[in-house]
Nanobody
Framework: QVQLVESGGGLVQAGGSLSLSCVAS????????MAWFRQAPGKERDFVAT????????YYADSVKGRFTISRDNTKNTVYLQMNSLSPEDTAVYYC????????????????????WGQGTQVTVSS
């Protein structure tokens, strides 16, 4: 089993920045594909960004491209999401997810591509 714990959410004004972290349990974190998803009130959970095991391959939703950066530190079992130029449309609960399968873009932009999920952290952007 893998446990994921997100942190770093909070309230920020439009145009501001936040950095989310997700710490994973277990000794095989460096083999996982990792991702961030988000769910706004009354909406489905949407893909935000994904990163392969080494950190050399990343992919972003169009809505966050150029503003958000996903990264990882395998020595700390942690994946990060740096969020800049935030807007009220970014308000959501942000979830960290882990996948044991080989990295593939068509798989890892989908919820079903991930076996493990964190509890989420709230991000609220005020206008």
């Amino acid at each position: 089993q893998v446990q994921l714990v997100e942190s770093g959410g909070g309230l920020v004004q439009a145009g501001g920045s936040l950095s989310l972290s997700c710490v994973a349990s277990g000794r095989t974190f460096s083999t996982y594909a990792m991702a961030w998803f988000r769910q706004a009130p009354g909406k489905e959970r949407d893909f935000v960004a994904t990163i392969n095991w080494s950190g050399r391959a990343t992919y972003y939703a169009d809505s966050v491209k150029g503003r958000f950066t996903i990264s990882r530190d395998n020595t700390k079992n942690t994946v990060y999401l740096q969020m800049n130029s935030l807007s009220p449309e970014d308000t959501a609960v942000y979830y960290c997810a882990a996948s044991t399968s080989s990295f593939a873009y068509n798989v890892h932009v989908r919820e079903w591509g991930y076996e493990y999920w964190g509890q989420g952290t709230q991000v609220t952007v005020s206008s």
